[in-house]
């Protein structure tokens, strides 16, 4: 049999992405002394789900007089960085030597995640960068009709690069077989004029009304030097970049630039910046923060310091400076 036709023959529990879903769930009830509503609640499932989860767990031994070492450390830390950060769930993946190997295990957990946050006729929003591109390649297929994608930061850089905003949002509908909208408005324009005009227009009007429809957001943070991909596209020049940190800010995110306590710096760039506006972002229901990396984590410090992501997923490297 081949290990295709293995996974498939598999039950849903069974599979490893769904297993640390399954310590999670037991550790909340079994150690933190939870209920299962209110672990419903906290993981936007159902109690029948909780109820479920409790009980395939001891089927599949992750449960037996301790939780599995292994998924438990990775639980506990969740817990932690919950606490700590004030966030809804943290979703930890192992630290691997290679990003792509991290990113891969990331997938596994967004889209766990959205397969239990998203719902018939919700709207998701999708940011840009390498991290999501990534993201967007490894998903695991959900099942969602009628789930709408759509960027929330302007067309930028090509298509051949993957990076492409548009590409993101129509590999994750792929995934989740929804419908993409595409949004054509460039992302960095000349002037506050040339935005203001470009945002007028009935097309981008009709991209605005269905950002006010959004249930979940998701999106990375990345530095403010060379190394990344607003740099290497050609966006960013090195002296913007350089006026960026002058001014306070160690975080871009969604081309939205924060300080070290993870308040928006007023930037003369920002007023040619076409992208869901940073306060509208903070309303969404589930804002998540997908990153991981060391180059990641001041940036993650002062998203967390700002109480941006709802959600946040990343490797336990991070997540370990983060607690500390």
Not at 273 to 279: A, T
């Amino acid at each position: 049999m081949s290990s295709e036709q293995h996974k498939k023959k598999q039950r849903p529990y069974e599979r490893p992405e769904r297993q640390g879903y399954l310590a999670k769930v037991a550790r909340l009830h079994y150690l933190e002394e939870m209920s299962q509503l209110d672990i419903a609640k906290k993981m936007n499932i159902s109690t029948a789900s909780v109820s479920r989860a409790i009980a395939q767990a001891r089927k599949l031994d992750i449960v037996r007089i301790s939780i599995s070492e292994k998924l438990d450390r990775l639980g506990e830390k969740e817990i932690v960085m919950e606490r700590k950060w004030g966030l809804d769930e943290c979703l930890l993946v192992p630290h691997f030597d290679t990003l792509a190997n991290t990113y891969r295990e990331m997938a596994k957990r967004v889209t766990e995640l959205l397969s239990r946050i998203l719902r018939r006729g919700d709207t998701l929003g999708v940011s840009w960068g390498e991290t999501l591109k990534t993201i967007s390649e490894n998903l695991g297929r959900i099942g969602l009709n009628e789930v709408g994608v759509v960027p929330i930061i302007g067309a930028m850089g090509t298509v051949e690069t993957g990076i492409y905003p548009n590409s993101i949002a129509r590999g994750f509908a792929e995934c989740i077989d929804g419908k993409a909208y595409l949004m054509n408005t460039p992302a960095v324009v000349d002037n506050k004029e040339i935005r203001d005009f470009l945002t007028r227009d009935s097309n981008f009007q009709m991209v605005r009304h269905i950002w006010k429809k959004l249930k979940v957001a998701l999106l990375s943070v990345s530095a403010l030097d060379e190394d990344t991909s607003v740099f290497k596209g050609g966006i960013f020049s090195a002296e913007e970049l350089r006026t960026f940190r002058e001014s306070g800010g160690v975080c871009a995110t969604n081309f939205t630039i924060l300080d070290r306590l993870g308040k928006k710096i007023e930037t003369p760039i920002a007023q040619r910046i076409v992208n869901l506006p940073f306060e509208e972002l903070l309303q969404v229901q589930h804002v998540v923060l997908v990153a991981a990396g060391k180059h990641k984590i001041e940036p993650l410090r002062a998203a967390l310091e700002g109480g941006v992501p709802t959600v946040l997923i990343t490797d336990l490297e991070c997540a370990e400076a983060l607690i500390g």
